[in-house]
């Protein structure tokens, strides 16, 4: 079966110096991470990779976690299973759920954090909960003979669809930063299957910071595979500087107005994923309200 | 492309397309009776492999990844002693898995095995490689990686925890 398909090329560059002189020779050719959402899809082989596969998992400066007292840098070929296990005790519990979530271990064991943030057209979880812990990614851009290095805010990968938007077409995602002040409200919740039934999934997360009876660094994100990755600055602000706990009207106005927001950007979302949204939203402010309280 | 590795205990080297999935090189290339269905990424699980001894999706393995790398399909896995520890908890719960993903789960099994007794730590164990504590919750999750619905949930849990008891006793006489 499949005999007459033309094998692409691989190339196998093992320092960043290596992969700026192929990616400048082959620039449409394919950045393979761990390969988990490349071939999961179903037109994947016998496939079209014209111009050659580049194989990332022999750079070694991409698979190193750093950390000193402000923050933490992962490489783009750390898996979420090395991730998981190294940094059990230093990582926000917001990101363990979202790594855990991403699949089971014998999946989790091929995922890169890198290339789940580079998928071109949609958006996973881990892309949602790095947006509201602020985190920023190493982009470096190829441009013909010259590199430049760009710090880029998670949340500013991606346009309002989710797509992913590098700024050049040869780029490379290096390594993600996270700070290590986490706020102490962290919620995350991922509804329906995101890769195989895009069309109903969901993702919800939320992380704030409550000072004495006021909430502050409110950062919310809600994403819809292949539809929207939707950040509200609006809801963010009105909801920084609020007094705990937040009366049940205003929790009810903030959600639907959240509604309104996204059927006013994103036409697609289907009126199920925006209740199911709007219900999450809904639920972690009666949590937050809830922890004030008690 | 010409591909060294080790399949079976097999050293191969395999002429095949670099981006040929595992699954399609083990079932066209090597006609290996153990896997069955290619699924295009709608994640059957059945296709599960031991790939440098931990459980992989051999349907998300391209040719390119498995150069030097040793493989172990059901085929040989079921001559082994760790298959005997799995193969005796089927028979004491009484039920099995059915034809089509018996071979998957079964090395879906040994991978949760593998992971609760190795001395690495893994979240499903609160006290690796000592008196292990089963978390069913996350190995029922990761019992899922496999979509056939033939058997009960608790069943199989069942048998890991009745397997991981066979697996202990005998590392445990292995070392006195």
New interface residues.
Partial sequence: ??EG??????YTPRTIGEFATVIRRHPQAIL?AG??YL????D????E?KDG?I?L?HMEELKRITRNDRYVEIGAMVTARQL??TGRLLLPPILQQTLQSLG????R??ITIGGALCISDTRLSLSTTLAVLAASAEVKLYNDSKVTTHWIPVAKLYDKEGKLNLGSKSALLTRIRIGLEFGDFQRFVLFGDP??KSSECGIVALHAKREQNSLSKVQFCVTFPRKAFHISKDIESKLSGSALPIHPEKVNSLSYELVAELTKMHNTISDLQLERARRIFESFLHDLNSQSLS | MKIECTIDGKALTLSVNSNKPLSLILMEDLENQSLASYCRGNACGNCVVLFNDEAALSCLIPAFRIRGAKIRTFESFQRSRQYRDIERAYKAIGNRPCPSCFNAKTLIIESILQDLTTDTGHPSASTPSKEVVLDKAKVARELSLNSCQCMDMAELIQIVEIALGYRNRRRRVRRS
């Fill in positions: 079966m499949y398909v033309r094998s692409p090329l691989i393979w390969g988990t071939m999961s899809q179903p994947y082989y016998p496939g990779a596969i194989d998992s998981l296990s089971t271990q014998v999946v064991r091929q890769i195989r």
